[in-house]
């Protein structure tokens, strides 16, 4: 017999309205680890298996959509033409290498798309340039393609096993 040594994870939706209180505490946290974490571990799907990406991220104020550039030669870009299904990972395990249960993290669904609009890539280039300065000349790139996230939810893990769903509101 195996001896847990752990409760069994609690899956809360706080999308549903049962607890107001707690739904604005979790997308709190889950702006605050967006804000305090600069990349992301991206996941397309292709050629039938996943493929994950370490990526520089922004995101807009309603949580709702997330960007990031990409040269247009690459197997994430193609990808994405490809199927847009993605997700992204975003945690602060690195900052909490002795204990698990401090560890959070966000598990962001969505569709991507390659950014055509002139007006789009520039509103979304700015965010991104905002937020990390130092790739601007490669997201101004013309080699480079801006990559928009359209959210459909995130799985919230804090404490190693509390795991929330919530689902941002489409603006």
């Known amino acids: 017999m195996i001896k847990k040594e752990y409760d069994e994870p609690e899956f809360i939706d706080v999308t549903k ?8 505490q979790i997308v709190t946290e889950i702006r605050d680890l ?3 974490q ?4 991206l996941s397309t799907q292709g050629d039938e298996q996943p493929y994950t990406n370490l990526i520089s991220f922004a995101f807009n ?3 709702n959509r997330f960007v990031f550039a990409t040269p247009a030669q690459t197997r994430k870009y193609t990808l994405i033409c490809r199927n847009g299904k993605v997700s992204l990972l975003i945690d602060n395990r690195s ?6 249960n401090l560890i959070r993290a966000a598990t962001v669904t969505g569709k991507a798309r390659v950014l055509q609009e002139p007006t789009e890539i520039d509103q979304w280039a700015a965010l991104l340039i905002k937020r990390h300065s130092y790739l601007e000349k490669f997201i101004k790139s013309p080699t480079s393609g801006l ?3 359209e959210v459909i939810r995130f799985f919230y893990v804090r404490r190693f096993q509390e795991v929330y769903q919530w689902i941002p509101n489409k603006t």
Do not use: T
Not at 95 to 100: E, K
């Open 61 to 63: 104020e309603e949580l």
């Open 147 to 149: 990559i928009l996230v």
């Open 38 to 41: 600069p990349f992301a571990v």
């Open 34 to 36: 967006c804000i305090e």
């Open 95 to 100: 900052q909490q290498p002795n204990s698990i």
């Open 17 to 24: 309205g049962r607890n107001e209180q707690m739904g604005e």
